[in-house]
């Protein structure tokens, strides 16, 4: 089994950096995803991470450390449309984590 | 085609009647997956099916049926359902481990869900 936990809220300033954190416990792990979910539509996908290190696209960027069970999401130069929840999940069986509600305010 | 389709969009029914949600995908892929979702809550799975076999049942009530009748398709049947079980149901898919080419990820693909209203 495996247990997900990240920040069930965050609020940032348009333009600023935001990092949201996962921490997993998980009995095999073959790599985390992140997701992006804007209110009323379906998860999309953002970034996977199986080594540790930092996966960088564009704005966004994904951290791993699998000795530590833990990784982020790092957003940077934030704008309104970044308002949204971000879902962790370990791959596998691809339950969700609480998922972090970021609110992005001008 | 990277689309998962769910029909219907939207659907409001009676604790006495039957119905059905529907999804197809056309990406090849042989892991297919049911989610509810509450408002402000994540996805929470409720099963899942790899090469069109049940491989998780999340303890889900029996008033939800999955059916895999092949590949592509995954059914969720309705029946006798509660007040409470309204929600948005959404449905993916992703590749199993053992079928993932060089750079595959393995993600899921969502649909873009079925509105469940229950009267």
């Known amino acids: 089994g495996q247990n997900i936990d990240q920040p069930t809220e965050m609020t940032a300033t348009e333009g600023a950096i935001v990092q949201i954190n996962c921490t997993y416990q998980t009995s095999g792990f073959n790599g985390l995803f992140w997701y992006q979910q804007h209110a009323g539509e379906a998860p999309t996908f953002l970034s996977y991470?199986?080594?540790?290190g930092l996966e960088e696209k564009g704005r966004f960027s994904s951290f791993l450390s699998r000795s530590k069970g833990y990784s982020y999401l790092l957003l940077k130069e934030l704008q309104m449309k970044d308002s949204a929840s971000y879902l962790c999940a370990v791959k596998g069986d691809m339950r969700f984590g609480a998922g972090t509600r970021l609110t992005v305010k001008p | 085609d990277t689309e998962v389709t769910q029909t219907p969009k939207h659907l409001v029914m009676g604790m006495t009647n039957k119905k059905s949600l529907k999804c197809e995908q056309h990406m090849g892929h042989r892991a297919m997956y049911w989610y509810k979702q509450k408002a402000k809550k994540p996805p929470e799975l409720m099963f899942v099916?790899?090469?069109?076999?049940?491989?998780i049942n999340e303890s889900v009530p029996s008033r939800f049926s999955p059916e895999c009748p092949n590949s592509s398709l995954l059914n969720l049947h309705l029946h006798a359902l509660q007040p409470e079980d309204s929600a948005l149901y959404l449905c993916?898919?992703?590749?199993?481990?053992?079928?993932?080419?060089?750079?595959?990820?393995?993600?899921?693909?969502f649909g873009e869900g079925s509105r469940l209203t229950v009267l």
């Open positions: 991470n199986v080594l540790d």
């Open positions: 993916a898919s992703s590749q199993v481990r053992d079928r993932e080419q060089v750079g595959d990820t393995g993600e899921l693909f």
């Open positions: 099916y790899s090469y069109e076999k049940l491989s």
